[in-house]
């Protein structure tokens, strides 16, 4: 036996990757990125189409192109040489793709217009053929190439790719997908009869839709329990009130037309909301019982004034407000006296923003004054990096004690005088209350019951030493303290 076919033969025998069976070779591709499981191509002849078991195809300038570039630092004639490479490796891809197992997922996100439909409507059909579950398009100008381009061409509805809707509903039952996110695809294409059995959450940026048409969507979507709309400023006022409708998570962001939202949804447990005040109807949500609640423009006053007294009383069965006030606690007007107390909530989520320290802290006599059955109190600080010179505020704050309150969470402390204040006033006050966490770490609430704690700096942690010598001095005994520095 001759050199060569001795060394042939030893490294067959010692290329156990490629006796490994088809599964866990699945497995390991499935946990490569798109990009590097098409390299393991030139392993060997037997791993040359094993990357075609790829359950999540991601589709971007990095993956398909191999590089970023910024749109600024190329010509117009490059964006549209890039864009077309990037059309034709993916045709070619998703050519190869249709031999492989199901697709889990499928992400494109690269700008393209509505030249590029016809490609892109084959690679969604593809992926549906595949069984997909998960659909993401990001056609936005933030996708490196033709940012230029698509910003000046925006307004004309010619240039925008239309999302095909109606592929998932010809699918009819065959339809897997499950999870669908647009990102500036332009106008949703005309529903036919067919119902869209599968989609269980629809999550909308910078689309064109309208009221009609999202009404239509929403009957045909038969099981759909999460919708998120963030930047969709056709609607103008939205009817929640399909007779078969499942929705139990509805997030409404910064929808600046917005002007009236009318709410009949028997399922809806989670509301959010954030952008200018405009005419809530909550006609039948008798699930409803959480609540996020962030108004901004001018009607930040008047919004939080709203979610402190009407918003409470028009939803009866909600337990759980989580509320973000900018520049408004300091100085909004909340009434001295309400018809009733909102004996409804129990749990309380404030972020203050900026939390100054002239802030008379009339706010939070008013809480504990009218939800008197409130078991816990999450206070979110956001305190300026400089505090002024201490001075005497006119503070008044009457006794007001609380028999319910148990829990009482602070971030964002770091001691200042009037965090202080308001601290030692509460302390007098909860009466009842079992378990008091500190931290200097600000926490950002992220969407659908998701948060974001952002670390303190150095210099706070450092101070946090001096702030817990003052905790341990003012908390009282039977209070369970709960610092956490990190």
């Not at 006053?301 to 520049?327: I, R, W």
């Given at each position: 036996?001759?050199?060569?076919?001795?060394?042939?033969?030893?490294?067959?025998?010692?290329?156990?990757?490629?006796?490994?069976?088809d599964g866990v070779l699945s497995t390991i591709i499935s946990m490569l990125t798109l990009k590097d499981?098409?390299?393991?191509?030139?392993?060997?002849?037997?791993?040359?189409?094993?990357?075609?078991?790829?359950?999540?195809?991601?589709?971007?300038?990095?993956?398909?192109?191999?590089?970023?570039?910024?749109?600024?630092?190329?010509?117009?004639?490059?964006?549209?040489?890039?864009?077309?490479?990037?059309?034709?490796?993916?045709?070619?891809?998703?050519?190869?793709?249709?031999?492989?197992?199901?697709?889990?997922?499928?992400?494109?996100?690269?700008?393209?217009?509505?030249?590029?439909?016809?490609?892109i409507d084959q690679w969604i059909s593809s992926a549906i053929t595949k069984g997909v579950e998960n659909?993401?398009?990001?056609?936005?100008?933030?996708?490196?190439?033709?940012?230029?381009?698509?910003?000046?061409?925006?307004?004309?509805?010619?240039?925008?790719?239309?999302?095909?809707?109606?592929?998932?509903?010809?699918?009819?039952?065959?339809?897997?997908?499950?999870?669908?996110?647009?990102?500036?695809?332009?106008?949703?294409?005309?529903?036919?009869?067919?119902?869209?059995?599968?989609?269980?959450?629809?999550?909308?940026?910078?689309?064109?839709?309208?009221?009609?048409?999202?009404?239509?969507?929403?009957?045909?979507?038969?099981?759909?329990?999460?919708?998120?709309?963030?930047?969709?400023?056709?609607?103008?006022?939205?009817?929640?009130?399909?007779?078969?409708?499942?929705?139990?998570?509805?997030?409404i962001h910064d929808c600046f037309r917005l002007q009236k939202m009318e709410l009949r949804a028997k399922?809806?447990?989670?509301?959010?909301?954030?952008?200018?005040?405009?005419?809530?109807?909550?006609?039948?949500?008798?699930?409803?019982?959480?609540?996020?609640?962030?108004?901004?423009?001018?009607?930040?006053?008047?919004?939080?004034?709203?979610?402190?007294?009407?918003?409470?009383?028009?939803?009866?069965?909600?337990?759980?407000?989580?509320?973000?006030?900018?520049?408004?606690?300091?100085?909004?007007?909340?009434?001295?006296?309400?018809?009733?107390?909102?004996?409804?909530?129990?749990?309380?989520?404030?972020?203050?923003?900026?939390?100054?320290?002239?802030?008379?802290?009339?706010?939070?006599?008013?809480?504990?004054?009218?939800?008197?059955?409130?078991?816990?109190?999450?206070?979110?600080?956001?305190?300026?990096?400089?505090?002024?010179?201490?001075?005497?505020?006119?503070?008044?704050?009457?006794?007001?004690?609380?028999?319910?309150?148990?829990?009482?969470?602070?971030?964002?402390?770091?001691?200042?005088?009037?965090?202080?204040?308001?601290?030692?006033?509460?302390?007098?006050?909860?009466?009842?209350?079992?378990?008091?966490?500190?931290?200097?770490?600000?926490?950002?609430?992220?969407?659908?019951?998701?948060?974001?704690?952002?670390?303190?700096?150095?210099?706070?942690?450092?101070?946090?030493?001096?702030?817990?010598?003052?905790?341990?001095?003012?908390?009282?005994?039977?209070?369970?303290?709960?610092?956490?520095?990190?």
């Open positions: 036996m001759g050199r060569a076919s001795k060394a042939a033969k030893t490294i067959r025998k010692n290329d156990q990757l490629i006796e490994l069976p499981a098409v390299r393991t191509s030139v392993l060997s002849k037997q791993w040359r189409f094993i990357w075609i078991c790829h359950s999540d195809l991601w589709f971007d300038s990095a993956n398909v192109l191999g590089r970023l570039v910024s749109s600024n630092s190329i010509s117009e004639s490059e964006k549209k040489l890039q864009t077309c490479k990037f059309l034709e490796r993916v045709n070619q891809f998703m050519h190869q793709r249709c031999k492989g197992t199901k697709v889990d997922s499928f992400a494109l996100h690269f700008c393209l217009g509505k030249d590029s439909a016809p490609h659909i993401d398009l990001d056609l936005s100008e933030s996708c490196i190439f033709m940012a230029d381009h698509y910003s000046s061409t925006a307004s004309e509805g010619s240039e925008e790719y239309e999302f095909p809707i109606r592929l998932l509903a010809a699918a009819g039952e065959k339809s897997r997908v499950k999870h669908l996110q647009l990102t500036s695809c332009g106008l949703i294409a005309p529903l036919d009869s067919n119902s869209l059995t599968s989609l269980v959450t629809i999550q909308l940026e910078h689309v064109k839709i309208g009221d009609e048409q999202l009404e239509s969507l929403l009957s045909a979507c038969l099981f759909l329990e999460g919708l998120s709309l963030h930047l969709c400023n056709c609607l103008f006022e939205l009817n929640f009130i399909a007779p078969n409708l499942r929705l139990k998570r509805l997030s399922n809806l447990a989670l509301f959010e909301y954030t952008g200018h005040l405009i005419l809530f109807y909550f006609k039948d949500v008798p699930r409803l019982a959480e609540a996020f609640l962030n108004f901004t423009t001018d009607s930040r006053l008047d919004g939080a004034a709203y979610a402190l007294t009407k918003f409470v009383s028009d939803v009866p069965q909600l337990e759980t407000l989580n509320l973000v006030s900018v520049l408004a606690m300091k100085v909004v007007k909340l009434p001295e006296t309400v018809p009733t107390t909102f004996t409804n909530i129990r749990e309380l989520v404030l972020t203050i923003f900026p939390f100054d320290d002239e802030d008379k802290l009339c706010w939070s006599n008013y809480i504990l004054k009218n939800f008197p059955v409130l078991y816990k109190l999450q206070l979110n600080l956001f305190c300026a990096n400089f505090i002024k010179q201490p001075k005497e505020i006119g503070r008044i704050l009457h006794d007001c004690p609380h028999n319910h309150l148990t829990e009482l969470e602070i971030n964002g402390f770091y001691g200042n005088h009037h965090e202080q204040v308001l601290l030692k006033y509460l302390l007098d006050n909860l009466v009842e209350l079992k378990v008091l966490a500190v931290s200097p770490c600000q926490k950002v609430y992220k969407g659908f019951n998701s948060w974001l704690y952002e670390e303190a700096n150095l210099w706070y942690k450092v101070r946090m030493e001096s702030v817990c010598e003052w905790l341990d001095a003012v908390v009282p005994p039977t209070v369970r303290l709960e610092v956490c520095a990190v």
